[in-house]
């Protein structure tokens, strides 16, 4: 895993939007890989809270109080995101809106429970996260056992007859999404892989691996892991002749993909959930982004969503207290930038609607 960094220094930083200092006095947290490998996300994630923070300022905050965020580096280490999480609980915030990895908001999410804290993840979707009958975990992306039957589906759909490669960087979410696939391939549709392999996050040769998929003859990669990786893998496959279809999931979802595979990466499959830049309700605030220069891609307008969802929760329960809005959560649906969400008795939005999409030019859209 990642080593810490400046991790300390940016989960001590505390900044009000909108306010002062003195005037914020609703504190949430914001906790993510700001720094590191995946530093891009973390980027994702700070911006879509920054942007919902200053909105829901200028309309006067939460039952007339202004908010502010502590941001906590966790570089997706999960050591990391328990001191992190000890931070945010020093801080005494009323929401931590992260963590993204699954291996950060899973150790992470155990500090909370304890210090009786609400967690709103934007993107960690490993099942265990909201399984384990927690009451102070929600999220507002889909799940992993989901995203791997529509991934599985297609495969089987797509590539019938077709030499499958399952491959995995043995996090929480790279693994998780990796066998939750190839469940649905072996269970539901009958098929086999060819090679199942894991691979080392944060290595940058992996001609080994590209050699036995060759060796392997096979047509479809299925990979389960982070962006830097897949970008990697995919280039090196191009440059040694393989030329199999390469399927991976959201951790996709970032310009960085493209800048790292290059044009080998055209063609590249993935799963995600509604792109909500897509979303009719959405189209303010993307072009309030657009307007700074910035595309709110990925989980930009999820992290937006879970800010959302938070202050609607807190305003009708009149009170930022987690039992009060914990209460509102699992009564209501909430109208947020990426429609109307609303969450069952585990705490998963009830209308996850994964897609799948292509790389193209730099840019990825919906496959027909």
């Known amino acids: 895993m990642r080593k810490f960094s400046l991790g300390l220094l940016a989960a001590t930083a505390v900044v009000a939007l909108g306010a002062t200092g003195a005037m914020a006095q609703i504190k949430i947290a914001l906790n993510g890989p700001l720094t590191g490998q995946l530093a891009s996300f973390g980027e994702q994630m700070r911006r879509g809270a920054e942007m919902a923070v200053k909105d829901l300022n200028d309309k006067g905050g939460i039952n007339g109080q202004k908010l502010s965020i502590v941001f906590g580096d966790d570089q997706c280490d999960p050591k990391q995101a328990v001191s992190v999480a000890n931070n945010a609980v020093k801080e005494k915030v009323a929401v931590v809106i992260g963590h993204f990895c699954s291996g950060s908001s899973i150790p992470a999410s155990d500090v909370y429970k304890e210090e009786g804290i609400l967690q709103i993840s934007p993107a960690s979707t490993n099942p265990t996260f909201t399984e384990r009958g927690y009451k102070n975990t929600f999220r507002v992306c889909g799940r992993d056992d989901q995203q791997g039957q529509v991934a599985g589906d297609f495969i089987?759909?797509?590539?019938?007859?077709?030499?499958?490669a399952v491959v995995h960087d043995k996090t929480a979410y790279g693994k998780g999404l990796a066998d939750e696939t190839k469940k649905r391939l072996n269970g539901t549709?009958?098929?086999?892989?060819?090679?199942?392999?894991?691979?080392?996050?944060?290595?940058?040769?992996?001609?080994?691996?590209v050699s036995k998929l060759k060796q392997a003859a096979v047509d479809v990669i299925y990979f389960g892991g982070y962006h830097p990786e897949a970008g990697l893998i995919v280039r090196q496959a191009r440059e040694q002749g393989l030329n199999?279809?390469?399927?991976?999931?959201?951790?996709?979802?970032?310009?960085?993909?493209?800048?790292?595979?290059?044009?080998?990466g055209t063609g590249t499959l993935m799963t995600f959930d509604a792109d909500p830049r897509k979303n009719a309700v959405a189209k303010e605030v993307v072009d309030k982004f657009k307007a700074q220069g910035y595309d709110p891609e990925g989980y930009t307008l999820y992290t937006y969503a879970a800010i959302q969802v938070f202050a609607q929760a807190a305003t009708e329960a009149k009170s930022v207290k987690f039992a009060d809005v914990e209460k509102v959560l699992r009564s209501k649906t909430f109208k947020t930038v990426l429609?109307?969400?609303?969450?069952?008795?585990?705490?998963?939005v009830k209308s996850p609607a994964y897609k799948v999409y292509e790389w193209k030019a730099g840019a990825y859209d919906y496959v027909n």
């Open 156 to 164: 089987a759909s797509r590539y019938k007859g077709k030499k499958v």
């Open 244 to 264: 199999a279809r390469f399927i991976s999931g959201d951790a996709l979802v970032d310009k960085q993909f493209w800048s790292i595979a290059g044009a080998s």
């Open 339 to 348: 429609g109307e969400t609303a969450f069952d008795a585990k705490g998963d």
């Open 189 to 209: 549709h009958k098929i086999q892989e060819v090679l199942y392999e894991a691979i080392t996050a944060g290595e940058k040769d992996y001609s080994a691996l």
